[in-house]
């Protein structure tokens, strides 16, 4: 399996511009979360998907911030404006609910953002 | 709500030497924990979990954790390191049961094994 999929892994931009993130999960996973990564706050939740809806967007930081998932395969987090203060390492997971067991969590290798 | 607090963000050890990361957790309801483990320039991945029964947890590369709910701890332990251990270890909880898969983060301790 491939794992998680980002891109892209790096992604330079400036001020005002708008920044698209895209994410695909594992396949068979039914839900997806998108977190932010910062030094000062740590990993913090930003959205989460479950069967492609969003179930729990209390974490996004503002209106500049949308997320979406059109399909089970794929996801997007949309700034628009960026901002410098938005400058983190994004990450998508990915897990299969349901059942009887507990299942983890399983990351992808993250989407670094600078805004200049 | 859940919070968790990783109480040293930095720990440098010495190659085999033992090592203890130190994770609390606050909640008003039960919960599973975790630790995950970072590794330069790279997403988290799963190291252990409690869920239930036996409070001690193992990793498959020598990491034990010990649920504690007296003292709301989930400290990590490994009696001797290695250098490939160096990386950022995160503490997280989720509340048990049901479906939800929210994940509340600590915010890391980096371990350095030096030589």
């Known amino acids: 399996d491939a794992g998680v999929i980002q891109s892209p892994r790096h992604e330079v931009t400036e001020m005002g511009q708008e920044v698209t993130l895209r994410c695909k999960p594992i396949?068979?996973?039914?839900?997806l979360f998108w977190y932010r990564q910062t030094m000062m706050r740590g990993l913090e939740l930003l959205i989460y998907?479950?069967?492609?809806?969003?179930?729990?967007d209390s974490g996004m930081p503002e209106d500049r911030f949308s997320a979406k998932m059109p399909n089970a395969s794929f996801s997007t987090l949309k700034i628009q404006p960026s901002e410098p203060r938005d400058s983190a390492v994004y990450f998508c997971?990915?897990?299969?609910?349901?059942?009887?067991?507990?299942?983890?969590?399983?990351f992808g290798p993250g989407t670094r953002l600078t805004v200049l | 709500a859940q919070s968790v607090t990783q109480l040293d963000s930095q720990v440098p050890v010495f190659e085999e030497a033992p090592v203890e990361l130190r994770c609390n957790y606050s909640s008003s309801v039960s919960v599973y924990l975790f630790w995950y483990v970072q590794y330069p320039n790279q997403g988290l991945q799963l190291l252990l979990k409690?869920?239930?029964?036996?409070?001690l947890v193992e990793s498959i590369n020598g990491f034990e954790a010990e649920f504690n709910k007296s003292q709301t701890s989930f400290h990590l332990r490994k009696p001797s390191v290695h250098i490939s251990d160096t990386a950022e270890y995160f503490c997280a909880v989720s509340k048990s049961g049901g479906s939800n898969y929210k994940l509340t983060f600590g915010k890391g301790t980096l371990l350095t094994v030096n030589p």
């Open positions: 997971a990915s897990i299969r609910t349901g059942g009887s067991s507990y299942n983890e969590q399983f």
């Open positions: 998907f479950n069967n492609n809806v969003p179930i729990d």
């Open positions: 409690y869920l239930s029964g036996s409070t």
């Open positions: 396949s068979g996973h039914n839900s």
